[in-house]
């Protein structure tokens, strides 16, 4: 019987898979789908064997290829490799971090790899074709009179610079998104199963190592001293390094939050609230910074 209903949802998530898979013929559809493509696909390979999950998986891909063709082995095969590594580690009951970890250095593995491969197979790089579809938005806003007229070559050309010099810092924001909203809708469902999934820690207990406050001063001085009007590989570093150590502590910041509302039995929605505000007003990600440097929780823990 038990075989029965794991057959039986086994079929569903292969259906599943099926449809968002061809959902990226759908414009703007897709762009929501693409956030939740490894779902299904970790599901079936936690739950099946490797065996079973080869079959279903083929018959998904042989029919998403009939109805749109190459795109969807391309697309497909994007977003299977880091379900497998996540439904892998889940079997062997690894940590959520470490699997979270391993989710996002695939898929970011996986980004710059397509760069190359874009660049070697077909002799087009994704980064020129990319400015050249900024530059083409800038040029019609112009035509159209959206733009203000100050708005000289020049200024325009550092802009998309800057652009292109952000794509780091977008692949890494990209993966660790895909793997942390994958991850909170597989665990629940898994679970719903009866297959033991190890979870994040509570977010009262998120703390980032002391040792990153001075690691985010140094970045900051040497980022305050370096000229911004050049190309260097070690500016671009620093345009993507500040953003993404500012945004860790602005985590940070969310964790004292929940710490105070926990020791404060502060109602649910409090932190909720507050965490929005950290995220539409980024500078105060200085309380995540206060929090790893200081002990200032003590103020806060109940005697």
Not at 83 to 90: K, R, T
Not at 132 to 153: C, E, H, P, R, Y
Not at 183 to 200: D, E, Q, T
């Amino acid at each position: 019987m038990n075989g029965l209903k794991t057959g039986v949802k086994s079929v569903l998530w292969s259906a599943v898979a099926l449809l968002l898979l061809l959902s990226i013929a759908v414009p703007l559809l897709n762009v929501f789908t693409a956030v939740v493509m490894m779902v299904p696909t970790a599901i079936l390979y936690t739950m099946l064997s490797k065996r079973a999950f080869t079959l279903h998986m083929l018959v998904v891909y042989v029919i998403a290829v009939i109805v749109l063709g190459p795109p969807a082995i391309i697309v497909g095969l994007f977003f299977l490799v880091p379900s497998i590594v996540m439904g892998h580690l889940y079997q062997k009951q690894t940590a959520a971090r470490k699997v979270l970890t391993a989710t996002v250095l695939t898929l970011l593995a996986q980004m710059l790899l397509e760069l190359v491969l874009f660049d070697v197979l077909f002799n087009m790089s994704l980064l020129t074709e990319l400015r050249k579809l900024i530059q083409q938005t800038v040029d019609n806003l112009n035509s159209q009179g959206l733009l203000m007229n100050s708005l000289s070559a020049e200024l325009t050309e550092s802009y998309i610079q800057v652009l292109i010099h952000s794509i780091p810092m977008a692949f890494i924001t990209v993966s660790f998104l895909l793997a942390v909203i994958t991850h909170a809708i597989v665990r629940p469902i898994l679970r719903s199963m009866k297959l033991s999934v190890p979870g994040l820690q509570p977010a009262k207990d998120w703390m980032l190592p002391r040792i990153f406050v001075f690691y985010y001063l140094i970045v900051l001085l040497v980022d305050l001293a370096t000229p911004g009007n050049n190309n260097s590989f070690f500016t671009v570093m620093l345009l993507n390094l500040v953003p993404l150590m500012r945004l860790a502590f602005s985590i940070q910041a969310m964790g004292f939050f929940f710490y105070i509302a926990d020791q404060r039995k502060w109602n649910k929605a409090v932190p909720l609230l507050l965490c929005a505000v950290v995220v539409i007003f980024p500078p105060l990600s200085l309380i995540g910074v206060m929090d790893a440097g200081f002990p200032i929780r003590k103020a806060f823990k109940k005697p």
